[in-house]
């Protein structure tokens, strides 16, 4: 079972699920049944994962959300069909990710190789992200960019979202 199922379930038990640190608050009017307390124990850890917020301020569930409404909007303003528009949510994901995990560095030195700048070989301020440059050689700066996507995909994924759409 997917960590979103099982908060799901204990949801509809009445349960009240929050986060505090790096522990699991639980809140419920009744005592919830002894398989809903079974579940989140075995899913402890990714649901602390999906609830609690990363360092970009968003958590697992925002994630998703974010990715549900652009699915939505692709599918039925853009009228494409579901898988489609689960690809285009899932590329604004990681460009939304890529702007939330920014990464900076100083100037003199390639981000990417370490080396500095030589005379045919510039260093140029790179900025997929709006808020700040990443300095790299152009020829630098491919493979840098891939390992930064493979980062963000890495990230969504343990938020059970997947370049096919969401788990359930
Ligand atoms: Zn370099």
Redesign the pocket.
């Known amino acids: 079972m997917s960590a979103v199922h099982a908060v799901k379930l204990v949801r509809a038990a009445g349960v009240r699920i929050g986060i505090d640190g790096d522990a699991l608050t639980l809140d419920a009017d009744a005592a919830p049944p002894s398989a809903v307390l079974d579940l989140l124990a075995r899913h402890k850890a990714r649901v602390i994962a999906l609830l609690r917020p990363s360092g970009d301020g968003w958590s697992g569930e925002d994630w998703r959300a974010f990715f549900d409404e652009r699915a939505g909007i692709a599918e039925f303003d853009g009228s494409l069909p579901r898988d489609q528009a689960e690809a285009r949510a899932f590329a604004a994901c990681v460009a939304e990710w890529l702007n939330r995990n920014p990464v900076r560095s100083p100037p003199g030195r ?1 981000h ?2 370490g ?1 500095g700048e030589h005379g045919h070989d510039p260093l140029l301020p790179f900025s997929t992200e709006p808020t700040g440059h990443a300095w ?2 152009a020829r ?1 700066w491919p493979s840098w960019h891939a390992s930064r996507k493979a980062e963000a995909i890495a990230a969504l994924s343990t938020f059970e979202i997947h370049e096919t759409g969401t788990s359930p």
Do not use: D, K, V
């Open positions: 390639c990417g190789c080396a790299l050689h630098c």
